[in-house]
């Protein structure tokens, strides 16, 4: 069997698929789990007068994304492992659903990030979608996202693991599971 420690593993998947939620399952049973740094970047940045909003200037936005997401990377200890709410493959991913090309530093930081090849995909679940402040995506925007955000991971050669859908906790298992037994 393979040893998980010190992996990074992603959790990833379109807008309103319970990532935080099972994030949040994740921290509140002790494990290092690090939040989604495009949500911190529009929160910090929606009532000020420039243009770091994905809305406003895509590039402008994910470079922001990307430098923090790098730092980070370069910040978490190789021998431990944790749980991280979004990549640098999403900012590919969300380029391309924006119609704009990816600058390859995103591809290039991925790959230097040392993330763990197995990603855990919430598949978009319109039963649970739903907007607020940062998340203003429409339903078929959303559906877009889940289909872009699959391709930016496999065309890197990551292997997504898609997390089925159930309860906070029954994902935070299977999550758990599949890292402990995989």
Not at 108 to 115: H, L
Request: negative net charge; glycine residues 6%.
């Amino acid at each position: 069997m393979e040893n998980k420690t010190g992996q990074h593993f992603i959790i990833t998947g379109a807008p309103s698929t319970g990532k935080s939620s099972v994030v949040n399952g994740l921290i509140n049973k002790g494990y290092i789990c690090h939040d989604e740094i495009a949500r911190q970047v529009i929160k910090e940045n929606q009532d000020k007068d420039n243009d770091l909003l994905p809305w406003k200037n895509m590039l402008a936005f994910s470079d922001e994304v990307f430098y923090r997401m790098q730092t980070l990377a370069n910040s978490l200890d190789k021998n431990k492992m944790c749980f991280l709410d979004r990549s640098m493959v999403d900012l590919i991913g969300y380029m391309e659903f924006a119609n704009q090309e990816a600058p390859a530093r995103y591809a290039e930081g991925a790959f230097k990030a040392g993330y763990s090849k197995t990603v855990f995909f919430m598949p978009f679940w319109k039963e649970i979608f739903a907007n607020d402040e940062q998340r203003l995506e429409s339903i078929n925007e959303a559906m877009n996202i889940d289909k872009a955000l699959r391709k930016a991971y496999t065309d890197l050669g990551f292997t997504l693991v898609e997390v089925p859908q159930g309860t906070i906790a029954e994902r935070v298992d299977f999550v758990l599971s599949y890292t402990h037994h995989n």
